[in-house]
Each structure stands twice: as C-alpha cells, then as structure tokens.
C-alpha cells in the first residue's frame, strides 16, 4: 500500500526512538533554507534520514562525513594517496550498493557522503534499519580507507552511536 510523506515520517520517526539516540527534527529549519527537502531529522552527530519532495516514493539515509581544513588540504586529485582512496571507497559502495559522493567547497574537498534509500512500499522497521546500517557501515570502511591511505587522518568519534554499533543494540 502506498505510504504519504506524512505516514512515512511518522514511522521513521519511531523507528529512530527505537534506538534511543539523540535526534532533532529538523524540517522547519531546512523548510526555510530549500523547498527540496519535504522533512528530515538529523540522527547522533551525522545522520539524516530525509524526504525530498521531488520523490514521493522514497526516503534517503545519509551519512556525512565533514573534515577539518587540516585534513581537507590532504585530499587533492594530485596526490595519489587520495586517488587509491578514491578508487577503493568507490569499489566498496558500488559492491555494498550504495552511493557517494564527495562534498566540495570550491577547489577545495571538504567532506563525503555516503546514502542509500528506503522505497516507500518496503519502507518498514528492518528494511529502514538494515539500509540504516548498511551505510553507517560503508562509511566506517571508507574511514578506515582514508585513514589507511593517510597516516595523519584522524580517527572517527568513537561515542557516536549512529555509526559505531548495530541499530539493532
């Protein structure tokens, strides 16, 4: 059966209470700034689980990863360090099934995503949850990948739940 927008917030919404992480719906506030997000809650320290309103059957699950300047200055297409890295993170999305995409500022890379979504006609407690831990997941190992190829790259909080266990405990 078809979900609305509004039933599909609904129950993310309660299946993020389910893991008792912090969360803070944030719809008014992107409402204001972009008429293309419909609703969106930012989970732990770099979650956001949204709806954008040029899709009505599905919800996007991204995790964003920003680097301090330090670290962006690393991250140039010169160095070959990051090219590896570049090759690698994008060998493990495409065989984990979810997409990446490097942020910009300019010239200058200041950080990376990682998302995957949930179509609207599935969108239930697991498959919200598996696709949850599916990219919090990719992004760890595109962590590791970084901070392999990088000697100085630091290491991810390690008190942020959203990424650090299952959502399942």
Known sequence: MVKTSEEMKRLVEDYIKITNIKYEDQT?????KSKVVEWQFHIGANVIVSKNTNRDDRIQVNVNMRFPPEDAKLLVLKNPSFSKAIMEISEIC???GVGHQWMKDKEDIIGLAI???????VLDRISFHSTWDNVARVS????????????GFPTPNTTDDTIDKSMYG
């Open 28 to 32: 008014e506030k992107v409402r204001e």
């Open 94 to 96: 495409t065989t984990c």
């Open 115 to 121: 998302f995957s979504h949930v179509d609207e006609q």
């Open 140 to 151: 760890g190992h595109a962590q590791k990948i970084l901070r392999a190829n990088f000697s």
